[in-house]
């Protein structure tokens, strides 16, 4: 939670006030921006582009725990939350909206961290804040942003739009966010029952940083770019590998057959998970929150990105008779099943 001696009441701004100090250094970096925060709407401009829009709703206690998030983070990572949607349909992004729900226990000082990294991410993926709504909240904080974008039409991907013989290729490794968050919640853990041990995270803050402070993929949308290459299909990895799989083979209407043994796993994850007595694969697949990029590709634009380290090829689709299908190390098939990240299930 925030601590700082310094201490301003929310109440004494009162709502516009508040926007308005938030938002007073705002600085608009993209000429589809007309007009940004400050009026009654934002004016955006795409000159003929296809608009892409998504949004995430972030809650306190179900999404994010703030005993070990600091706010600047939190912040960070509710953008790349976002952006990860519109990076996914091909696109570009180019502004968000943020609004807040917020409970007494904040002080003015808390909000401004959280929006500092919100600004830090606007800044590093060039992207314009163009408006948003506060609120007061009895149920603690609340994050709701909005990400819009845009593509020219035949560059959008889509998840139901995979081929059989295409090849199944993601970004980056998995795994990494949830073994992160396990982490963490060890540390909490153990810091509850006594609070005169300090967090052990060292040699471990790539998997933290994973969890919480995210990057979306970008970059690996300029590279297929810049190798010629447009997915036949993609998706982000939020919910773990088997459940982005799952989708896109059941809205192509297809089936695949995902190899374990070619499913990225970085080594202080794979290390990691053992000491917690967790199968890194069943992590990979399951964990969530990874922000990766899955796509599917065709077989002939592999030779453009086999030499591409930041991308691997995992499995290919198959017919759906063939149904959802991984192949273990040892060569056995096992039907693929969903089991990622639900926000509904119960306690």
Known sequence: ????????????????????????????????????????????????????????????????DLAYTPLRHLGYKAVQVNLSDIYAMNGTATQITVSL????????????????GILIACKKYNIDLVGGDTSSSKQGLVISVT????????EICYRNTAG????????????????????LEREKRIFL???????????????VERQLKPEARKDIIEILRDLGVKPTSMIDVSDGLSSEVIHICTQSEKGCNLYED???????????????????????????????????????DYEKIKFSPDISVIGHITEKSAGMNIVSKSGNVHPLKAQGWNSFKKD
């Open 1 to 64: 939670m925030f601590e700082n001696k310094e201490r301003t009441d929310i109440g004494t701004l009162g709502e516009f006030g508040l926007i308005d100090h938030l938002t007073k250094n705002i600085e608009l970096r993209n000429p589809s921006t007309n007009k940004g925060a400050g009026d009654d709407a934002a004016v955006l401009d795409f000159s003929g582009k296809k608009m892409l829009v998504s949004t995430d709703l972030l809650l306190e206690g179900i999404h994010f």
């Open 101 to 116: 729900g917020l409970s007494s226990k904040f002080p003015l000082e808390a909000i401004e961290e959280l929006y500092e």
């Open 147 to 154: 990400s819009i974008g845009y593509a020219d039409v035949e």
């Open 164 to 183: 059989e013989g295409d090849l199944i290729c993601v970004s980056g490794d998995l795994g990494a966010a949830y073994i992160g968050l396990q982490l």
């Open 193 to 207: 029952e006594n609070p005169n041990i300090q967090p052990d995270l060292e040699g471990k803050d790539y998997i």
């Open 262 to 300: 070619k499913i990225p796993i970085d080594p202080m994850t794979y290390e990691t998970a053992r000491d917690f007595n967790l199968d890194p694969t069943i992590c990979a697949l399951s964990g969530g929150e990874d922000y990766e990029l899955l796509f599917t590709i065709k077989q002939s």
